[in-house]
Nanobody, 130 residues
Framework: QGQLAESGGGTVQSGGSLRLSCTTSGYYYRRLCMGWFRQVAGKERELIAT????????YVIDSVRDRFTISQDRTKETTSLQMNYLISEDTGIYYC???????????????????????WGPGTQVTVSS
């Protein structure tokens, strides 16, 4: 089992942007399903975006698709979440996730597999002030 490290959170005004990064160690990065979860106040932790690092396909849930983008840098073995036009409802803790057994199909397949992820790191706090 590898390790994941999230970074890039912070406090931003409504309408602003943040870019979160997840670095991996102990994984073969090019054969992973990677994803970003978030937990906002009063709600369960939710998987919001996935990427298949082998093929590069990505998926973002409908509610944030017009504002969030998931991407990867294979040379840095990093998965990022670009968040634009942030609103107060985006405030929460953001976590990345990895699955080394489900790569090579599609980001939607990754989404179904990563929903059972449970090896949480500390996450990174995102606070959007109005």
């Amino acid at each position: 089992q590898g390790q994941l490290a999230e970074s890039g959170g912070g406090t931003v005004q409504s309408g602003g942007s943040l870019r979160l990064s997840c670095t991996t160690s102990g994984y073969y990065y090019r054969r992973l399903c990677m994803g970003w979860f978030r937990q906002v106040a009063g709600k369960e932790r939710e998987l919001i975006a996935t990427i298949d690092t082998a093929g590069g396909s990505d998926y973002v849930i409908d509610s944030v698709r017009d504002r969030f983008t998931i991407s990867q840098d294979r040379t840095k073995e990093t998965t990022s979440l670009q968040m634009n036009y942030l609103i107060s409802e985006d405030t929460g803790i953001y976590y990345c996730a990895a699955d080394g057994d489900s790569w090579g199909k599609s980001a939607r397949y990754c989404y179904e597999r990563l929903r059972d992820f449970s090896s949480w790191g500390p996450g990174t706090q995102v606070t959007v002030s109005s």
